[in-house]
């Protein structure tokens, strides 16, 4: 348990780190799937974790210890963890419990939100909208009534086959439901800050599986380049005009858009097995450790528990 | 089979977005509409596209002498203030929309612009 107990807290750190590289190194839709199923897996084994880690030391407390019938001095000379560590974990499980649960709501409330915009907006799911603005501008409202929203300005702006490998993205992500992958993956982040830089991977990998699904619908991955690059540099030349309301939105440091436009220029990327093994071992370790220190943390408490309490075990067993 | 009528399906979702995208220029008839488009289409296929588009209330049109002409209906299209007015209202944008563009940094301008020639150049 002293060992297994903290795997889980590396394995978050080491996808952590991870998660850029793994988003650009294999193909975007695989990528992305990986990256939101391990965050999920990982999130869920520290948390898992943290609880036992929690508990071993809220098992010292008297009441907690009559509850549940052990002996809270053979607990504490057995238990190998240390008094700080239960106490950070107690903290870290109140904490990252609320964050988590935040996440979770503001997150249903924001669909709830868009839903009822999609509702009013009328027409059919995945239809476009064109929004009267000058400000160029292309989303999606995600969701089952998602629907693709765009400015004028953008539109007329770009070339006929430009227009279509636009539409062809956002269409992508409503058919891929891409926002349950980013949603899942900031869900994982609240529970576990590791976690954080899997958040801008996955919105990544979610961004080049649409350019690629576009390239596809297309039959040319030239124009969603020439598209992207087109769009990113007129949306900038009307943001500097039309501030108002857009200066409030973050400014990424590294944007993306150079990256996307970069990958359609090159081949795609090959399939890397390799990568996918190293993932895939680093969760089966991660879950193991947690089931492990589950066991171990079982045993401390039914070591630390007086004969006479396990006693009528035995005679039911006769 | 099921999956080729899915397909199929999804094209013609994608023509008829296609097609309004093409009208957000302004009003049309089916002839500037195909020429708006690349005259990739056939004059048919973008017809019956408007057609359908008319049926269901995306596009209205006026009768032009022997041929109609197509604008966006109001189902199509919303004012930027309204648009603005709904996402404002309790939405974490950045959370839930799925953009099509990051905001650029100062230093990705040129290399942009280059890669752009470069593409163009192809």
């Known amino acids: ?318 | 089979m099921s999956k080729k009528r899915g397909t199929a399906r999804r094209d013609r979702g994608a023509l008829e977005n296609e097609v309004l995208a093409a009208l957000a220029s302004g009003p049309m008839t089916p002839r500037e509409v195909r020429r708006h488009l690349g005259e990739e289409l056939a004059y048919t296929t973008v017809m019956t596209t408007l057609a359908r588009l008319h049926e269901k209330g995306a596009a209205t049109r006026e009768s032009a002498g022997r041929t109609f002409t197509y604008q966006l209906a109001d189902g199509a299209s919303v004012q930027a203030r309204t648009m603005r007015r709904a996402l404002d209202a309790g939405l974490d944008r950045e959370q839930v929309l799925a953009r099509f563009l990051d905001e650029l940094g100062p230093d990705d301008v040129p290399v942009l612009r280059r890669l752009l020639r470069q593409a163009k150049g192809r």
């Open chain 1, 1 to 318: 348990m002293a060992v297994a107990v903290y795997v889980p807290l590396l394995a978050a750190l080491l996808l952590g780190l991870g998660a850029a590289p793994l988003s650009r190194l294999v193909p975007p839709a695989t990528a992305a799937r990986a990256l939101a199923a391990s965050s999920v897996l990982v999130a869920a084994a520290t948390s898992f974790v943290l609880g036992v880690l929690a508990f071993t030391l809220l098992g010292k407390l008297p009441p907690v210890a009559a509850l549940g019938s052990w002996s809270v001095a053979s607990l504490s000379a057995a238990d190998p963890v240390p008094q700080l560590v239960g106490g950070a974990a107690c903290a870290a499980v109140l904490v990252l419990g609320a964050r988590g649960l935040r996440a979770a709501v503001s997150r249903y409330r924001a669909l709830a939100a868009v839903r009822a915009l999609c509702l009013s907006l009328g027409g059919e799911p995945g239809q476009l909208v064109v929004v009267d603005d000058d400000a160029d501008d292309v989303y999606v409202l995600p969701g089952a009534r998602g629907r693709i929203i765009a400015s004028r300005s953008l539109l007329v702006a770009l070339p006929a086959d430009e227009r279509g490998a636009l539409l062809a993205h956002e269409a992508a992500h409503l058919r891929h439901h891409h926002h349950r992958y980013r949603a899942a993956t900031e869900f994982a982040a609240a529970l576990n800050p590791l976690l954080r830089p899997a958040v801008a991977a996955v919105r990544f990998a979610t961004e080049r599986w649409a350019d690629e699904d576009a390239a596809q619908a297309t039959g040319d991955r030239t124009v969603v380049a020439t598209a992207i690059a087109r769009a990113g540099l007129r949306r900038r030349d009307t943001r500097a005009i039309t501030a108002g309301w857009r200066a409030l939105v973050l400014e990424a440091a590294d944007s993306a858009v150079v990256a996307r436009v970069r990958a359609l220029l090159a081949p795609p990327v090959r399939r890397r097995p390799a990568a996918l093994l190293l993932l895939g071992a680093l969760l089966v370790v991660t879950v193991s450790s947690a089931v492990e220190a589950q066991r171990d943390a079982e045993d401390l408490f039914e070591q630390s528990r007086p004969a006479v309490a396990t006693a009528p075990a035995t005679t039911a067993q006769r």
